[in-house]
């Protein structure tokens, strides 16, 4: 289980988050929904104890993301959307690093490399070197890294974002069968038709809090509206998704330059 009790994140005068609260069960998926820029990847930042809060804390299985680092990390994996690999190493040995980092070795830990390598369908380059890997390789890699000490609780945080049609669904497939072992797991997006696939509840963010929470349904039937998509737009503004299409707008000109 995940717990955040009212998490806040400043960078000097910069308010990323400002107040999140909420409760993510085991067997089920949770999905943070909100535009670039909402604070949602901030946020998964501190309860992975990578970024220390300004101001709240959180749980993981009872454990303070302050004071007891350790025991969040072992109960804990996440997949990042900015994670890379190393050009030289395998996927065996990328999974092996991080395996002997948390402590495992031996038979049990080559046991446990090959279980992720069937379920992440990853036998075509279990023993290539990373260099020259699709997106969609890439990602499963990082996920099974995420994996290698089998956590009861994982965070995705954008996961199928620039993958193509096949990739995406195997992650897809992948979230669902997590969430059928009884996994704790936070989806963070800002796709609308992930958070419809593969969501139990919804906590919408923008500007750094949580707007509203509850299933698709609930919201849908709150707004008096037909869809996930409009109760959105009613829930953060129709000019917050303006001005969030004008900054990446903005980003891709910067990118042309």
């Given amino acids: 289980m995940i717990e955040a009790y009212h998490l806040a994140k400043k960078f000097k005068k910069f308010e990323a988050v400002k107040d999140v609260t909420f409760t993510a069960y085991q067997g089920e998926v949770l999905g943070l929904l909100g535009p670039n820029g ?34 969040v990390r072992r109960r804990l994996g996440i997949l990042v959307e900015s994670a890379g690999l190393y050009a030289h190493s395998t996927t065996r040995e990328h999974l092996r690093y991080i395996g002997k980092l948390h402590g495992l070795s031996g038979r049990s830990l080559e046991a446990r490399i090959d279980y992720l390598i069937d379920v992440l369908e990853m036998h075509e380059f279990a023993d290539r070197l990373a260099k020259g890997f699709s997106r969609g390789m890439v990602r499963k890699v990082i996920l099974g890294m995420a994996l290698i000490h089998n956590p009861p609780n994982i965070i995705f945080d954008e996961p199928t974002q620039g993958l193509d049609v096949v990739s995406t669904r195997a992650v897809r497939r992948i979230i669902s069968n997590f969430k059928a072992e009884g996994r704790c797991i936070i989806l963070s997006t800002h796709i609308m038709d992930e958070v419809e696939r593969l969501c139990d509840r919804v906590a919408i963010v923008h500007r750094g809090q949580i707007l509203e929470t509850g299933t698709p349904t609930e919201l849908i039937a709150k707004y008096n509206v037909d869809s996930l998509e409009s109760a959105f737009v009613e829930v953060i503004g129709a000019e917050a998704l303006l001005e969030e299409a004008r900054r990446e707008a903005e980003t891709k000109k910067k990118k042309r330059r």
């Fill in 38 to 71: 909402a604070g949602k990847t901030t946020t998964m930042r501190m309860l992975s104890t990578v970024v220390k809060p300004s101001g709240g804390t959180a749980k993981i299985d009872g454990y303070d993301i302050r004071t007891q680092k350790n025991e």
